[in-house]
Nanobody
Framework: QVQLVESGGGLVQAGGSLRLSCAASVSTFSPYSMAWFRQAPGKEREFVATINWSGGYKDYADSVKGRFTISRDNAKNTVYLQMNSLKPEDTAVYYC?????????????????WGQGTQVTVVS
């Protein structure tokens, strides 16, 4: 069983920055990948970023490339999402997700555990 707890969301002005954290309570020593997804009001949940166990592979949605950075600290079982140059269209609930096979993907169906989400609101 894996529990994921996100934090770091909030209200920020356009052009500002936020850093999201996701702490994973895991009982496995196997490598695993992590990802961030988001869901804006009235829209479907979409992929944001993903990272493999070593951190050597990362992938981003086109809409956030160059502005967001995903990273992880395996000693703390924590993944981060540094969000810079935020735009009002980044407003959404951000979810972290866990894949127990260290398989990085943009597909939600390949992630078997999810956090509760943290709200990010960007105002102009």
């Amino acid at each position: 069983q894996v529990q994921l707890v996100e934090s770091g969301g909030g209200l920020v002005q356009a052009g500002g920055s936020l850093r999201l954290s996701c702490a994973a309570s895991v009982s496995t020593f196997s490598p695993y990948s992590m990802a961030w997804f988001r869901q804006a009001p009235g829209k479907e949940r979409e992929f944001v970023a993903t990272i493999n166990w070593s951190g050597g592979y990362k992938d981003y949605a086109d809409s956030v490339k160059g502005r967001f950075t995903i990273s992880r600290d395996n000693a703390k079982n924590t993944v981060y999402l540094q969000m810079n140059s935020l735009k009002p269209e980044d407003t959404a609930v951000y979810y972290c997700a866990f894949n127990g096979w260290n398989y990085v993907s943009t597909q939600q169906s390949l992630y078997n555990y999810w956090g509760q989400g943290t709200q990010v609101t960007v105002v102009s």
